[in-house]
């Protein structure tokens, strides 16, 4: 991590909306908030604060809200999903965190916000033009923010949103505003093709090549 001050974390709210995070309106026990089934239903078309800061060491780039996070205000919220334990198998947290723990993360030098800030049950509900226009929006936001690097989580968003159709996992040969680009996995539990710790190994990878 590159010594100094830590970047002001932000709380910033990606296309419109509350800058406080929407939680379920009752108390729930342990890390992962429970939403209803009626409040998942209601969270269709959400958007979520971003958790960022000027001068970030990584921004990474979720594909867009899951219904699960829409509904408590949390990134990568819904517990089958593998983003945090890949976190700190990758050594970029000191311990596991979990999704309400996610304003730790700026003091670490980390970022999370999305392509797509609209909240749907799955990705591929995603339009080509949704993507696009995802890409453009995140282009603007690296060059305001400057992280130092970004890694875009799911490579299939990342060929839609920025036209290349051959893209692969791991460092790209183009940059972004100016930002070294990666491509990780998706660690959404749906992504059979990787392991916990395949996917570890894959953040462990990104971690070598932006913090040393």
Known sequence: MTAGKPPHPERRTTGGGSTKPRRPGRAEPG???????????????????????????????????????????????????????????????????????????????????????????????????????GARQLTDKVTRYRPRWVAVVGVTAYRVGFARPKAGFGPQPEQLAGAPLWVLPNPSGLNAHYTPQTLGAAFAELRSAALG
């Open 31 to 133: 890390p992962y908030p429970r939403p209803s089934r009626e409040e998942l239903a209601a969270a269709v078309d959400r958007t979520i604060p971003d958790v960022i800061g000027v001068g970030l060491e990584v921004l990474f780039v979720g594909i867009n809200p899951g219904l699960w996070s829409a509904a408590t205000g949390l990134h990568f919220a819904r517990p089958g999903n593998r983003f945090w334990p890949a976190l700190h198998r990758g050594g970029f947290t000191p311990r596991l965190l979990h999704p309400g723990e996610q304003d730790d993360l700026p003091a670490l030098g980390l970022g999370i916000t999305n392509m797509v800030a609209r909240a749907s049950a799955r990705a591929d509900e995603l339009t080509a033009a949704e993507l696009v226009d």
